[in-house]
């Protein structure tokens, strides 16, 4: 007997597209409420969970329409490509974090706390590059060092946002999200 390997069908690909816009369309409508605090919003804790329980390109994918999506409603512009790289990012690290803890099964609750309240330093890092690679002008260290000190302020509030998200809301997210996967 010949062994064959199963390729997804279209249904499959169609359902795997619709859950990936319905993951983008809840994170990015998530931020809209919380647009009055800056750096403070349930996005990149919501993407990186996302890695974390689909995949890491589900996570991605999901990650930068996020961004997309928020923005039809805060306001396009220079900014969203950087932002769909960082939360498509984040949404990847989720996934990387699922991987290591294949021992493991189920919510490693401390581990994802630690990565989650790191990432809101990161995605600021990255928003920083970005802010300071298209918008500064001219490109020494000193105004990479400026606008990176600038900006600390509200990657600590975007950090200590993803922190709280998590402790509040991430048990019971993650097995939401993980019945919903079993049922897929």
Not at 33 to 62: C, D, H, K
Not at 167 to 184: D, H, S
Request: proline share 4%; glycine share 12%.
């Amino acid at each position: 007997m010949q062994s064959t390997i199963l390729l997804p069908t279209m249904a499959d690909r169609g359902k795997r597209a619709t859950l990936i816009a319905a993951l983008a369309a809840l994170a990015g409508g998530a931020r809209v409420p919380f647009a009055f605090i800056p750096s403070v919003q349930p996005t990149t804790f919501l993407v990186m969970l996302y890695g974390y329980v689909f995949g890491w390109r589900a996570g991605a994918a999901a990650g930068a329409l996020a961004a997309v999506v928020s923005n039809f409603f805060l306001g396009q512009g220079p900014w969203t490509l950087g932002q769909m790289a960082g939360w498509g990012l984040a949404g990847a690290v989720g996934g990387w974090l699922a991987g290591q803890n294949v021992r493991q099964s189920g919510w490693t609750k401390w581990r994802f706390l630690i990565v989650c309240t790191f990432y809101g330093y990161l995605f600021g890092w990255l928003m920083n590059l970005w802010y300071w690679y298209f918008l500064v002008y001219p490109h020494t260290w000193l105004t990479f060092w400026a606008s990176g000190l600038r900006s600390f302020p509200l990657d600590t509030l975007h950090a200590t946002g993803n922190l709280l998200f998590t402790l509040t809301l991430g048990r019971t997210t993650y097995w939401i999200l993980m019945r919903f996967k079993r049922r897929m």
